[in-house]
């Protein structure tokens, strides 16, 4: 087998692995034993345990966004508003219970929020959500606050934006009651976000305009 083909089945193994025992419990050979590889192709290929979990964090990250959900559906015609609400209705989606029976999303997720808080965390790892969201999001945004006085008002309003949407995805972690069991509920959330969210946003306007 290719190299490549190698290091695409420690990765797929090093996944399955890491999502149900954690970067702490999982060993190397665990790893090599799910991917049927040697420790030297581990080395090899990603040069150790850490590096190998943060190109696991890297992907997972990288999937969450690889839909095309948060541009579904677009065309030049539609609203900012409604880009808004199918962003944040995408992001929604991707904590959704009822696609998640073996609750993979879930501990994915706590594994990644743990990361993010770490001291020594690779920023590298959340940068594809970056630039996603600076793709994207940040466009609408930008439609909806018009010029405002500084480029850091802008940038505090791209946070402010999403700033509900991490808090749902924490507590979505945190209490099993927040989560979201059906696509009604997903439906009605992204109403409700994107309402609050559109709300703070002509605030923003009106206070902060050129």
């Not at 706590?110 to 940068?127: G, K, N, S, Y």
């Not at 979201?180 to 206070?207: H, M, N, V």
Request: glycine fraction near 4%; include cysteine.
């Amino acid at each position: 087998m290719s190299d490549e083909g190698t290091r695409e089945r420690i990765l797929r193994a090093a996944s399955n692995v890491f999502c149900e025992k954690g970067f702490e419990k999982t060993t190397v050979r665990d790893i090599c034993t799910e991917a049927n590889a040697n420790v030297a192709a581990v080395n090899y290929h990603f040069g150790d345990k850490k590096k190998l979990y943060q190109a696991v964090l890297t992907r997972w990250m990288e999937e969450c966004i690889q839909d095309g959900q948060h541009t579904c559906g677009v065309t030049p015609e539609t609203s900012p508003e409604e880009r808004l609400r199918i962003y944040i209705r995408a992001e929604l989606n991707y904590l959704g219970t009822h696609y998640d029976t073996d609750d993979i999303v879930l501990k994915r997720s706590r594994l990644l929020l743990r990361e993010i808080t770490r001291d020594d965390h690779d920023p590298m790892t959340f940068q594809s959500h970056l630039e996603h969201e600076a793709r994207i999001l940040h466009p609408i945004i930008r439609e909806l606050v018009g010029e405002l006085k500084d480029e850091d008002s802008f940038a505090q309003a791209c946070i402010a934006s999403t700033g509900m949407l991490t808090h749902d995805f924490i507590m979505s972690i945190h209490d099993p009651t927040q989560r979201l069991q059906s696509d009604e509920q997903i439906e009605a959330r992204a109403d409700f976000l994107t309402a609050y969210a559109l709300g703070g946003l002509k605030a923003i306007k009106e206070k902060y305009h050129a």
